[in-house]
């Protein structure tokens, strides 16, 4: 086993009842959006921007009326490992059930794409896209390595709550849900500059 230790300082919240295996297994949902109709993401995030990423669920939710699942997502590796097994037992037993990776068991039955966010490069929670059921974006701080405040380096990676939000709009209007003016209007409204320099670049 391995544990991850970051120096910031917050209150974490409850673990959710029953979720002890998906914790092993490298993600559990941590808020159920519920059963309320209309358009739907769902939103992963590890580590400390998974505070992020439940605050860029309430701006979906009272700006846009967009419900969010949000996942915790422990270990993106975790899922990778199990979703590459899964891969090679169904390749190996072709006229077997084939069996479903965790990713798909969680998602491949809620609505909406996933949006992904981390404290690390893209490539981080990308590695689970091979065994992802729907439309995936991700989120990730490549660039140049920076010194700043925590609040202004997430803005600059594009990896905060306003940027998660903007990548569950644009997913959405992706799949035809809601329309594209909606992404423009967000893009405006949390004061994003859509000529800024890509982090990746700077």
């Not at 644009?170 to 004061?191: C, H, N, Q």
Request: charge should be neutral.
């Amino acid at each position: 086993y391995y544990i991850t230790l970051m120096n910031e300082n917050y209150q974490h919240p409850a673990m959710p009842e029953g979720a002890e295996e998906g914790i092993l297994k490298g993600m559990y949902l941590l808020r159920d959006g519920g059963k309320a109709k209309g358009a739907r993401v769902q939103l992963l995030g590890s580590g400390t921007i998974l505070r992020e990423v439940v605050a860029a669920a309430d701006l979906l939710l009272n700006d846009y009326g967009v419900i969010s699942d949000v996942w915790s997502v422990p270990s993106f590796t975790e899922l990778r490992r199990e979703g590459l097994e899964v891969e090679r037992w169904n390749m190996l037993h072709p006229t077997s059930a084939q069996r479903r990776s965790y990713v798909e068991t969680c998602l491949g039955d809620r609505p909406g794409p996933a949006i992904a966010a981390s404290d690390y490069i893209k490539a981080f929670a990308d590695q689970i896209r091979p065994c992802m059921p729907k439309r995936y974006r991700v989120l990730g701080t490549d660039g140049f390595g920076r010194s700043d405040y925590r609040v202004r380096l997430r803005n600059f990676f594009e990896v905060d709550r306003y940027y998660v939000a903007i990548a569950a709009l644009k997913s959405l209007a992706d799949e035809e849900s809601i329309p594209a003016a909606t992404v423009a209007a967000a893009i405006k409204k949390y004061g994003i500059d859509p000529e800024k320099p890509s982090p990746v670049t700077v």
